[in-house]
């Protein structure tokens, strides 16, 4: 049975930064692409950040230069990275999982909250 579990969610001001972690387990982890999404309330999820097999990485334009994307194969777990936090990043954040060669996420998490407030 497949499971990603995220967490590190936390109340932060903006300015601040957090650390997002997703454990997987029941999958070959170095050869799936993983991805961080967000969804705010009332709002649709949104892409935040992929990272492929090959640790090649990608960032939403509203994140780039404040999140990084990474990955830790022996660990099976992939990180989040969020500095420089603004309230419009609150949400839950959730991984997902992804066959190489593929554009979509067939494994999910059921996220973890972040929110940005002072």
């Known amino acids: 049975q497949v499971q990603l579990v995220e967490s590190g969610g936390d109340l932060v001001q903006p300015g601040g930064s957090l650390r997002l972690s997703c454990t997987t387990s029941?999958?070959?982890?170095?050869?799936?692409?993983m991805g961080w999404f967000r969804q705010a309330p009332g709002q649709d999820r949104e892409f935040v950040a992929r990272?492929?097999?090959?640790?090649?990485?990608s960032l939403a334009d509203s994140v780039k230069g404040r999140f990084t994307v990474s990955r830790d194969n022996f660990e099976r777990t992939v990180y989040l990275q969020m500095d420089r936090l603004r309230p419009e990043d609150s949400g839950v954040y959730f991984c997902?999982?992804?066959?190489?060669?593929?554009?979509?996420?067939?494994?999910w998490g059921q996220g973890t909250h972040v929110t940005v407030s002072s």
């Open positions: 990272i492929l097999y090959n640790s090649r990485t």
């Open positions: 029941g999958l070959t982890f170095s050869m799936w692409n």
């Open positions: 997902a999982a992804g066959p190489i060669r593929s554009d979509d996420y067939t494994y």
